[in-house]
């Protein structure tokens, strides 16, 4: 294991990519990363399992103009998000969304197990978005665009799989609120709990030098 003075020098080191050999271990899963995620991801499930049942509960209430019900999106967004902002290591987004839908899917998801295949593009469009940071800026415009990119890869499986027949005006709408939904619920609200953990000083096993400030 590497030694706390190798951890900091590789966090701070301003030379490369951010994924140079001296940097490795800082990506490297704790059993506290995996535990923690899994958590996330287990209680983001069982969230998503009552999101479910109240997103078909409701859809009558937007009986006139289907695509508003598309504010209620985000929720089931948040764990991928939240999972990378707390773990900040490659693959947590990834993980903590896919598991979260898993265990959707296990208690039983009106929609079957094509709730995986959602989990899978939810988690990989925010986990692109802070690869793209190079895991090393959690800042909240970061967070927002993570969320608005999850919202993105949902909104369009909905469009191909459920809304294929709607037309191009109420396509449009539909994916531009999703994606608002999820740019706040996701990324600004998740960024907003995660900040407040941290300061709490609930995250200590998680803090290092990355950008987490506005």
């Given at each position: 294991?590497?030694?706390?003075?190798?951890?900091?020098?590789?966090?701070?080191?301003?030379?490369?990519?951010?994924?140079?050999?001296?940097?490795?271990?800082?990506?490297?899963?704790?059993?506290?990363?995996?535990?923690?995620?899994?958590?996330?991801?287990?209680?983001?499930?069982?969230?998503?399992?009552?999101?479910?049942?109240?997103?078909?509960?409701?859809?009558?209430?937007?009986?006139?103009?289907?695509?508003?019900?598309?504010?209620?999106?985000?929720?089931?967004?948040?764990p991928g998000v939240i999972g990378g902002?707390?773990?900040?290591?490659?693959?947590?987004?990834?993980?903590?969304?896919?598991?979260?839908?898993?265990?959707?899917?296990?208690?039983?998801?009106?929609?079957?197990?094509?709730?995986?295949?959602?989990?899978?593009?939810?988690?990989?469009?925010?986990?692109?978005?802070?690869?793209?940071?190079?895991?090393?800026?959690?800042?909240?415009?970061?967070?927002?665009?993570?969320?608005?990119?999850?919202?993105?890869?949902?909104?369009?499986?909905?469009?191909?799989?459920?809304?294929?027949?709607?037309?191009?005006?109420?396509?449009?709408?539909?994916?531009?609120?999703?994606?608002?939904?999820?740019?706040?619920?996701?990324?600004?609200?998740?960024?907003?709990?995660?900040?407040?953990?941290?300061?709490?000083?609930?995250?200590?096993?998680?803090?290092?030098?990355?950008?987490?400030?506005?």
């Amino acid at each position: 294991m590497a030694s706390n003075i190798d951890i900091l020098s590789a966090a701070t080191n301003p030379q490369g990519t951010g994924f140079n050999k001296k940097s490795t271990s800082r990506y490297r899963w704790r059993t506290i990363d995996i535990v923690v995620a899994s958590v996330i991801a287990v209680a983001g499930g069982a969230v998503f399992w009552g999101w479910d049942q109240l997103w078909s509960t409701t859809s009558a209430a937007f009986a006139g103009f289907p695509p508003a019900q598309a504010v209620m999106y985000g929720v089931w967004l948040a764990p991928g998000v939240i999972g990378g902002l707390i773990i900040k290591k490659p693959l947590a987004a990834f993980y903590t969304e896919l598991l979260a839908s898993i265990v959707e899917a296990l208690l039983g998801s009106q929609w079957g197990l094509s709730v995986v295949l959602y989990g899978l593009a939810q988690g990989l469009a925010p986990e692109i978005i802070f690869a793209l940071f190079f895991y090393r800026a959690f800042r909240l415009p970061v967070a927002v665009i993570a969320g608005a990119a999850a919202g993105l890869a949902a909104s369009s499986l909905d469009l191909y799989y459920y809304y294929s027949a709607w037309q191009g005006n109420w396509k449009a709408t539909y994916v531009i609120i999703v994606m608002t939904s999820s740019a706040v619920i996701a990324g600004l609200l998740g960024w907003l709990l995660v900040k407040g953990l941290e300061r709490a000083g609930a995250l200590g096993s998680f803090s290092r030098r990355v950008k987490t400030s506005i």
